[in-house]
């Protein structure tokens, strides 16, 4: 059975009356332990299908249409208390800038020990114990030292590194990954993707990767799923994606996204009737839907 299992589904905000729909019939399904990436240019819809995963999309905003199965079971149906109990156990998340995701007033410490009491039930020492474990597990050096800081006392790499410890700590069966190495530093970005990838390995377990950046997609994802104005594209095994888009918005994504391997290609924008005709596909869907 696959871990996610996202059906058609429709997400709209409604602002003064108005309704706006920002995800239109997504399907999108992850197996366990697979990495699926998420791609697309600003706007596309990508966080908003992280944020319907994990129940916490913004107030204005809601589902519907559509299923999201976790394990066969639909999320979209569930009370905020049982949502609640999933999340962190089975469904983590890691965010663009993990400072947001630390409480910047509490120690390393408490915030690891809390989430292993809560979730795993674990009694005070053994969580500490764990939390050592963890923040090993993350490559943290002097992690004794790193327990008793502040968030604000850590480089963005090394609280990146916490929020992921905290993200596998109970071992989840899907991490959705929005960004998470955006906000750092060339070559933190690439030690942090090279730790995701190896425990994901080692926990077995299944990541939505969402990004922009289709080097990262290239050289992380099992499968990637191609979105634009809330719509999948294209979706596929990545090395065929990558060798064989079939899409004319794929193959046009791909030439505006910088090359490190081969700086000399240069940059070639979307080209304005690629993103036109998809616009026009776009009205006439919300169209059809809407009569
Ligand atoms: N709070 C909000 N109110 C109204 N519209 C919103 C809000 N947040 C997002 N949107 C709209 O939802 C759509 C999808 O946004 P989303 O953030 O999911 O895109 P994205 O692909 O993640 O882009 P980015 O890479 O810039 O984060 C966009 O058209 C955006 O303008």
Redesign the pocket.
Known sequence: MNVLDIQNLHVA?T?RGRV?P?LRGIDLSIEPGRICGLV??????????GKAITGIL?E??RVTAGRILFKGQNLVDLADKERRQLLGRSIAMILQQPTTALNPVLRIETQIVEVLQRQMGLAHQAARARALDLLNTVQIRAPERVLRQYPHELSGGMCQRVVIAIAFSCQPALIVAD?PTTALDVTVQFEILRLLKILQRDFGTAVLF?T?DLGVVANLCDRVSV?FG?RIIEEGQTADIFTAPKHPYTSALMAASPRHDQPEKGLHPVPAQIVGQLWREIEDYDRARSS
Request: aromatic share 4%.
């Open positions: 905000f602002q706006t920002v697309g240019e600003s706007g596309g819809g990508k966080t908003m299908v913004p204005d905003a960004e969402i922009h979105i809330g």
